[in-house]
């Protein structure tokens, strides 16, 4: 890894910037990238997103090339098939030129809310950033978001989760999908009520949160789950907490039931 040493040398390399216009630039503080470029921490997926779009260049290049030493004009030529790849303002942003696999559109927790109705759009699509992870299969389609929250422990929030795209009636029951509706985009376990009911029962492994239904017709895309990303491992669950609390919340649901009833 070259970061710390990439760093330094293209934010010098950019107008000599300091560290804290460079923390400006990328929405960051001075303090991250001081501890970039010592070695002392590294960046999220997301960040180097970032520094991929400002610095115009590939993840790869920052992270597994060492600039200082490399050819100028090697540098020079990914830049120009960078921006031949890039096609109608098209930007390739942490795709590797070189990389073989297909791109992998991110969608991060801040764009979900506009992705349940931008994504049929070709100029919205273009805009959100892409990745190149590998043992994706060239033939088949896949997408990854941002999962925030604690409903699928010991998955940690902010998780990055990359899906496979399935039809609804390919799906298994207990399969973990990533679900996208009008409303929003989940991460759960689904269990196919198509036949039955016309509808998907979506369950999270917390059990803190209840289960639920939706119509087949309010399911606009299924992502089968194939793999995550994230900074954090993965912490255990309490599942006797996870219990007790599943207990209090059915007990609060029979009560109210016994209410509703009692005042019909």
């Known amino acids: 890894m070259f970061l710390s040493k990439n760093l330094r040398y293209l934010r010098r390399k950019n107008n000599r910037q300091t560290q804290e216009e460079l923390a400006e630039s990328l929405k960051l503080t001075r303090s991250v990238i001081s501890s970039y470029e010592d070695g002392r921490a590294e960046p999220s997926v997301t960040t180097l997103i970032k520094m991929s779009e400002f610095f115009d260049m590939s993840i790869e290049s920052i992270t597994n090339l060492d600039l200082i030493s490399v050819d100028e004009k090697k540098v020079t030529h990914q830049k120009e098939i960078k921006k031949y790849a890039s096609a109608v303002g098209l930007r390739v942003n942490t795709l590797n030129v070189e990389n073989t696999q ?12 506009g992705y349940t109705s931008g994504r049929e759009s070709i100029s919205y699509m273009k805009d959100l950033p892409t990745l190149s992870l590998p043992s994706l299969n060239k033939n088949r389609e896949y997408r990854a978001f941002e999962i925030i929250g604690d409903s699928m422990l010991p998955l940690p929030s902010k ?17 973990v999908c990533i679900v996208v509706t009008h409303d929003g985009v989940v991460l759960k376990k689904v269990y196919n009520k198509t036949k039955q009911s016309g509808t ?19 399911v606009t895309e299924i992502w089968k789950f ?17 219990i007790k609390n599943a207990f209090m919340r059915l007990e ?7 209410r509703q009833l009692a005042e019909e």
């Open 102 to 113: 297909p791109a992998l559109t991110f969608v991060p927790e801040r764009a979900t809310a």
């Open 159 to 175: 998780s990055i989760v990359i899906g496979e795209k399935i039809m609804i009636q390919d799906v298994k029951d207990g399969q």
């Open 226 to 242: 194939h793999s995550y990303i994230t900074q954090e491992l993965p912490e255990e669950t309490n599942d006797m907490l996870d």
């Open 200 to 218: 998907l029962l979506l369950k999270s492994s917390n059990l803190s949160y209840s289960p639920y239904e939706v119509e087949n017709d309010a």
């Open 252 to 258: 609060t649901e029979v009560q109210e039931l016994k």
